[in-house]
Every structure is written in structure tokens, then in C-alpha cells.
């Protein structure tokens, strides 16, 4: 399911040709926020990335879920906030994309505090996280597109999907 989805939303992209810009550049900024997945319930997330050299750029993000699992017999209610730092390489300039694609990689470096239901003894604690990423955006227009990002090794190890602005 989650393979078609992705092929349905690349295919949109592809479809879609529009006068747009892509990625920052040094002292532009642009705000993303949407939805993530993962196994730990549905996050959402905003944060904010700066242009800070050519196809570079770095960034903060926030995110909130909230989940009920069942373990030993009983349903456990867990709360996880993340603070996340970023760093992107955008590789557009290389690859010669168009203008209105931005693709991307970098790592992020976060602290999440995960809360449980008295008595919990899961595996869910608090703790740093580590996550490698690649992500993509599409721009409708200058300033507002889509965002797409897959990653691993931390409470988002699925990915995320939202929108971004550049201002």
C-alpha cells in the first residue's frame, strides 16, 4: 500500500509542470509541516530550514503524538514530543533538475521525551535520536509545495509528508 501511494504521488508530480523554485538559497527560509509515519502512531510535525550556502541547508523541527498500545494484557496511553536538528545537502545543481523539484539528504540529531501510562514496563523511553533521510519537494508555485521525506533511526523512521512555504 504504501509503495502505491508513493507511485500515485510521484506520478501527480511528474503530470504537473509549473513555474516554481527550488532548493533555498543562502538567507531564504522556508517552514514545513505536516504528518509522519511510523510505528509509534501518527506524528505531527513543523520546523523551519535556513539557507545558509550554495545547496545547503540547515534546520529545527518540533513534533507531538499520542498512541495506545496494548502490552501484558493491559492498553498503555504513550505521549512522544522530539526537538530535531537538521542538516541538508541538495543535490538539484548537480543532477541539472528542474526548478521546481528540490532533492535532498542529510541527518538529523534529536531529543524525544516519551511518556507512558503508569506502570508501563515497554521498550519506549526518552532519549536521543539519530536519523539519516532523503527527501524531495515538488513547488506548485515560488513559495508553496509539497514535501515527501523517508528516514530512519529514530521515532520518525518512516517518513514524513507535508507542505513547505519559502519566504
Do not use: C
Not at 5 to 18: E, R
Not at 24 to 51: E, R, T
Not at 91 to 97: A, D, K, V, W
Amino acid at each position: 500500500m504504501r509503495k502505491l501511494s508513493l507511485v500515485l504521488l510521484l506520478s501527480i508530480f511528474a503530470v504537473i509542470a509549473v513555474n516554481a523554485q527550488a532548493p533555498l538559497v543562502k538567507g531564504q527560509k522556508q517552514v514545513n509541516a505536516g504528518v509522519g509515519f511510523s510505528g509509534w502512531g501518527i506524528p505531527i510535525y513543523a520546523g523551519m530550514d535556513f539557507g545558509i550556502y550554495k545547496d545547503i541547508t540547515v534546520g529545527f523541527e518540533g513534533s507531538f503524538r499520542t498512541y495506545t498500545d496494548r502490552w501484558a494484557g493491559e492498553n498503555y496511553h504513550h505521549t512522544i514530543f522530539g526537538f530535531a536538528g537538521n542538516g541538508n545537502y541538495h543535490f538539484n545543481r548537480i543532477l541539472n533538475m528542474p526548478s521546481n523539484f528540490d532533492f535532498y539528504a542529510g541527518l538529523s540529531l534529536g531529543f524525544y521525551i516519551w511518556s507512558s501510562s503508569s506502570n508501563y514496563e515497554g521498550s519506549g523511553s526518552s532519549g536521543l535520536g539519530i536519523n539519516a533521510q532523503v527527501g524531495g519537494r515538488y513547488f506548485f508555485t515560488k513559495n508553496f509545495g509539497l514535501n515527501l521525506e523517508l528516514g530512519s533511526g529514530s521515532a520518525f523512521s518512516g517518513g514524513k509528508f507535508g507542505i513547505t512555504y519559502i519566504f
